[in-house]
């Protein structure tokens, strides 16, 4: 079966304190699907269910190797769901606050894309 691409959003993610890649590529990926809405699925597409759409995920973020794939795509609530990490995304210099956990004054930015796919024949 072919695959059509039916909509790519992206979103940045930062995670201030804490100094966690999965927390900021999570946090990229929720911002890129906060403000949609998927008619289409039903109203083109003809999928009877969202667990039907194929949903890639891509992230660049810093430490890319530490990312937590299962906590990233569990953001997203339905679909059949990848995940590829990159190194990318930016490191920029925060402010160690101890209370917060913080290792070091690093602020962790991550990158996202999101692109939902149906299978049709």
């Keep these: 079966m072919a695959r059509k691409r039916l909509i790519i959003e992206m979103g940045?993610?930062?995670?201030?304190?804490?100094?966690?890649?999965?927390?900021?590529?999570?946090?990229?990926?929720?911002?890129?699907i906060a403000h949609n809405a998927l008619p289409g699925v039903w109203e083109v597409a003809g999928l009877s269910h969202p667990n039907e759409m194929i949903i890639e995920v891509q992230v660049a973020v810093?430490?890319?190797?530490?990312?937590?794939?299962?906590?990233?795509?569990?953001?997203?609530?339905?679909?059949?769901?990848?995940?590829?990490?990159?190194?990318?995304?930016?490191i920029v210099q925060g402010r160690a606050i101890p209370e917060l956990n913080d290792k070091n004054d690093e602020m962790l930015i991550a990158i996202a894309a999101v692109t939902v796919l149906i299978e049709n024949e």
């Design 62 to 90: 810093p430490y890319p190797e530490q990312v937590r794939e299962e906590e990233v795509l569990a953001v997203l609530p339905f679909g059949r769901k990848t995940l590829t990490v990159e190194s990318g995304g930016m």
């Design 12 to 32: 940045m993610g930062i995670d201030q304190h804490g100094q966690e890649p999965t927390i900021a590529a999570s946090r990229a990926v929720r911002n890129a």
